[in-house]
């Protein structure tokens, strides 16, 4: 059975080199926090077009990619939710992706999506917008490096709270 939707720290995320063949499936994305969604997308594969944000933020062709760039390492935690658009949840809609994408784009509110979305959350005053000016440059490689490291720290912290 394949599932409709999961959650991924963005650290996590990060350090994935190819999509899983059971990740092909998802075609609708979210950059998220704990409380604030911050973008709703959709592609084919959602798994390839996350990375593209993610390279693009850095060529500054991608605002949800700028935004984990300008927030960079508090980005670390940020998750990645993907969706399928033929799970349940979206069967009155007739598994249409666009309309898919819309149900969640009208749910959540996001941050950074202006299509379909006359009412977008407010971005939280602790995070940089994805307009200010880059302070710090990084490549790609050094954010999933990092993201490696983070993952390391938390799997110790985790073997520590529960060893």
Same mark, same amino acid.
């Given at each position: 059975?394949?599932?409709?939707?999961? @959650?991924?720290?963005?650290?996590?995320?990060?350090?994935?080199?190819?999509?899983?063949?059971?990740?092909?499936?998802?075609?609708?994305? /979210?950059?998220?926090?704990?409380?604030?969604?911050?973008?709703?997308?959709?592609?084919?594969?959602?798994?390839?077009?996350?990375?593209?944000?993610?390279?693009?933020?850095?060529?500054?062709?991608?605002?949800?990619?700028?935004?984990? /760039?300008? =927030?960079?390492?508090?980005?670390?935690?940020?998750?990645?939710?993907?969706?399928?658009?033929?799970?349940?949840?979206?069967?009155? /809609?007739?598994?249409? /992706?666009?309309?898919?994408?819309?149900?969640?784009?009208?749910?959540?509110?996001?941050?950074?999506?202006? @299509?379909?979305? !006359?009412?977008? @959350?407010?971005?939280?005053?602790?995070?940089?917008?994805? @307009?200010?000016?880059?302070?710090? !440059?990084?490549?790609?490689?050094?954010?999933?490096?990092?993201?490696?490291?983070? =993952?390391?720290?938390?799997?110790?912290?985790?073997?520590?709270?529960?060893?």
């Amino acid at each position: 059975m394949r599932l409709s939707s999961f @959650t991924l720290p963005l650290r996590r995320f990060l350090v994935v080199e190819s999509c899983p063949a059971e990740w092909q499936h998802f075609d609708l994305y /979210l950059f998220r926090d704990e409380a604030t969604v911050f973008y709703v997308g959709q592609s084919h594969t959602a798994f390839n077009r996350v990375w593209s944000h993610i390279y693009d933020g850095w060529k500054g062709r991608s605002l949800v990619g700028r935004f984990v /760039l300008m =927030n960079w390492p508090a980005a670390l935690h940020f998750a990645v939710e993907l969706h399928h658009s033929q799970a349940e949840r979206f069967s009155p /809609l007739g598994h249409d /992706l666009n309309l898919a994408e819309q149900l969640l784009i009208g749910e959540y509110c996001p941050c950074l999506n202006e @299509t379909h979305n !006359p009412n977008p @959350t407010p971005l939280p005053a602790h995070y940089n917008p994805p @307009t200010v000016r880059v302070r710090h !440059p990084r490549n790609p490689r050094a954010m999933v490096r990092e993201a490696g490291l983070a =993952n390391q720290q938390a799997e110790r912290g985790n073997a520590e709270k529960w060893g």
